[in-house]
């Protein structure tokens, strides 16, 4: 296979995934979940809500499955995702929100402002030498942990650090 061929499926493929997830983004938005963004791997992206839940959903290919809780093989059900969607599926989903159990997220706030870690700046970009990265706190898009150790852990970070910071 030439590069050329090589280049033009990735980018069909790319085109394919931002296409889908725009899909499956806009659905819940427009379905009263407006609080929601998508996080992690494009090929695989987690739908969080209000900056504080994983919601318990997958999107495959252009189907979009509910489940009954986290890390789950139960599928409640299954929506597909043909960009055509006329039908109000608000009631449902809010209902399946209500209904079932959705992954708990947490996030480091700076003191007690509504500034939330989101993120470094790197003066020098060096693993094992951490002089030369400096938090970033904002108001929108901050960073989330997915476990309450993890979190503690960087809050610890950045207490020796000098930072006044708390998990929520």
Not at 99 to 113: A, L, N, P
Request: aromatic share 14%; proline share 4%.
């Amino acid at each position: 296979m030439e590069w050329k061929e090589m280049d033009k499926k990735s980018e069909d493929f790319l085109a394919m995934l931002e296409r889908r997830n725009k899909r499956f983004l806009n659905f819940f938005k427009t379905n009263g979940f407006k609080e929601t963004r998508l996080i992690g791997d494009p090929e695989k992206p987690a739908l969080l809500y209000n900056e504080e839940l994983v919601l318990s959903c997958y999107v495959h290919n252009f189907e979009l499955r509910l489940m009954d809780k986290p890390f789950s093989d139960n599928v409640i059900e299954v929506i597909k995702l043909n960009g055509f969607l006329n039908e109000d599926f608000s009631e449902m989903i809010k209902e399946w929100y209500k209904t079932y159990e959705h992954r708990k997220v947490y996030k480091i706030q700076f003191q007690e402002s509504l500034l939330y870690l989101a993120g470094y700046n790197f003066l020098v970009r060096r693993k094992e030498n951490p002089e030369g990265r400096y938090p970033v706190f904002a108001r929108h898009h901050p960073k989330v942990y997915f476990s309450l150790e993890k979190a503690n852990e960087i809050t610890g970070e950045l207490e020796k650090a000098g930072y006044t910071v708390t998990v929520i």
